[in-house]
């Protein structure tokens, strides 16, 4: 019998040891915090197993929090044992339930001050979005549960409940049932148990590897959707994406099963729901039930005096407005902030009407149940597949709504012409008619082929060992580059983009738009742009009020001068003409050749030490090498300011750049700027005059004015997003001519892995070269670099101090080998410019 | 277990929840809430059946696995609130 457990645990320790090297050498589907808590589990489990069964949860216990410790730090472990400790005391003190409640409303509340105020809190932010997750609702459940607890339970276990190992790496926790938790405890064989929780983990890895396929590969941006094609696509992977979160939530529940929890499913085949309330009943289960027994039935009961559909009604409302409201009370903890969103309300406004009509509708007409699983007829397998496919459209449409930043930016979704309704139409019919006809088949053979199922919550241990264990040895062999090279350039680079984590394109457009601080889509909490704001340090952009001066024409705003402050971990000073940049004369001092460099956030270069921007790296690399050859002093004015589209820097050269009597501007461009009009888009929209006619008209053309949802503004503009460029670049070169000055464009890649801009870099380069620009293309510049190593943070992808110094080495090899500025720069000195007095020496800079 | 109240609670479980299921397929231990017969809505059905058959009143956090998941364990809640 020994030997028969010790076997039977070391076969489960072998199928977690293949999880762990998939997720550290194959798929890397979680954070490396992650795999660091898995190998700690590995170990706690093989412990754990062999302890005799009283010692089992104090040791769990004692794993949690050192899981806690792994991943957070030894202080920030003791801080979260102290506060929960002490809010689980609260919950037995010898006092009355009500002073109990009244005495937890009390603690929670000054959390919640200081949660609200993270800087000022003497806990580490990091802190925050753990601790929420494991009491936010679990104390909840707890009081209810307790005042109605009849068996005792060991103190190990309910402080277990609370410090659940996971926890740690996933502040989205589900709701545990107490009662639940308690009772499952190993209630059934622990080898099955253990084998389950083996199980569902690698059910758990398939969700996230196919929520990498969908994220990378079918997901496209809102402001892409432009027909019935892309519309479907859309919708389709927009709802697939709640992969990850199913995926977490298998893994969650398997790795507690390994220490004797037998919990039930957490989501249930949600895809194949057939109504709003068995949808209901599918996804999220653990949340469902918390409602439930929390809220449904409580409210239930209390409204005896009402009849059965008003009450019904009644109470699934309430429901829906508490799943509402708990919602941005869940954000509230991981992010410190209260979210109220129109398509928020709606969504749960519409699911809850929904279901509830469901509900009335069950109630009186009833749904069909069985013991075991019945045979449908071939018609009925039709309607039943039919019902599905319904419900899977009507969920993506609910969906997209819910995970909309707003009512309008869902709205743009649609507006297309009669054209783009025909576009793609044909194709999206064809697999809605492939699935129902697959959907009729697999429910009409499913009911008569037994053993068809290879999963399933029932397999025998054996079974199951062999199903997951054999999976992923061969996910650890296909994983191996050798061997899925094989496969075909196609597949085999589809599999290699898998391995690592990264981000989409379109939410790489947010990053880089700085939007994913304001993420309000309702899937904002298991998105991974929230995951990448949850790293980011408090104050880490700075104080805008500080930073910048509000302007009331299409600059919109500017650096303001003479002020200090911190950003992104650096002092900075701003100087007197608002550049982050040392100080400068307005006039030109004699034998100076002076740039300026407009831009963007790139080239203000906060995030680096003062004079260790590219720019300042520049200015002192010209003088210290090319002074002595020319006798010029050089000076690159910084000009750039964080979030200037293009037209503004258009503007900003006109305006600034030339009153300082510059002899060369660098135009600085990146591969983004056609498809980023938000300048253009929030002056139409805003009604603040654009200043430059012709794109005036251009805008006005593409429908925009003022009252355009921002979202439809910007996808109206995108296809003129090249027109507008070259009006762009030939404007700005004239403008240059005209005073003598050689216009550079500067093509400064952003630094996202994202490389399917190559057409759009030949064609602003092609405008650019017809402009009269003088070019300066960086486009390759970060060839065969890891671009995240020239990354600030993870949170931050603008360029770090190497990645600065990369780009001012270039831009000089690219400078000194340009023939009009050495042309000219020999001219000035011929001329009988005199070497500057102050050159050469290194500045401090901004 | 009073046999009386276990056999209504079987039929009007099975006449209700499970039409043209075999009556022997249903047992006394057979697992209602958890096994996915009874969800919220059958759940309250049968409450509301339990409280006017017996004259009985229920109370919200015996809507639940603990109470009711199988017919055994509804007698037995039935017959404690009968005493």
Redesign the interface.
Known sequence: MRAKHVIRVLIVAAQLLLFLFVIERRFQVESPAFVRLIRLTLAGFLVHAVLPRRFRLPFFLLLSIAGIAVVLGPKEAAWLAAVGFLLVGICHLPIRMAARVSLLVLVGAFLAFLRARPASAPLSAAIWPILGSMFMFRLVVYLYDIRHEQKPVPVAQRLSYFFLLPNVCFPLFPVVDYQGFVRTYYDSDEHRIYQKGAEWMFRGLVHLVLYRLVYYHFMIPADEVVDAGTLGRFLVSNYLLYLRISGQFHIIAGMLCLFGFNLPRTNNLYLLASSFSDYWRRINIYWKDFMVKVFYFPAFFRLRSLAATPRLLAATAYVFVVTWLLHSYQWFWIRGSFPVTGPDIVFWALLGFFVAANSLREAKVGRARALAGRARTLGGSFRHAARILGMFVLVCLLWSLWTSASLGAWLSLWPFGEEGWTRGAWLVAGLLAVALLAGTVAGYLSGRIRGLGIGGDNLAFGRSAWVTGLSLLLIVIVGHRSVYAHFGSTAADTIYSLRKPRLSRGDIALLQRGYYENLLGGDRMGSQLMELYMKQPADWDGDPNVMYVPRNDFLARELKPLVEFTAKRFPVKINRWGMQDRDYEKEKPEGTFRFAILGTSYVVGLGVPGGENFESLLENRLNAEMTPKTGLRYEILNMGVGGYGAVQRLMAMEEKAFAFGVDAVIFTVHETDPQGLKDLSDAARTGVPIPYPPLAEMVSKAGVDAGTPEAVAEKRLKPAGMEITGWIYRRAAEECRARGVIPFWFFLPTTSRDHAWSADHDRMRALAEEAGFEILDMADAYGGLDTRTLWLGDWDQHLNAEGHRLMAARLFEALAANERFASRTKNERGAGAKPAERGGAPRNGG | VDEGIKSTIKEYILK????G?RPE??TES?PLI????L???AT??LV?FVEERYDIR????E????HMNTIAQIVGLVESKKR
């Open positions: 209700e929840f499970l039409p299921e397929a249903l057979t958890t096994g996915g017969i969800d919220s809505i309250l059905k509301a229920l109370e919200a956090h809507a639940s696995v603990e």
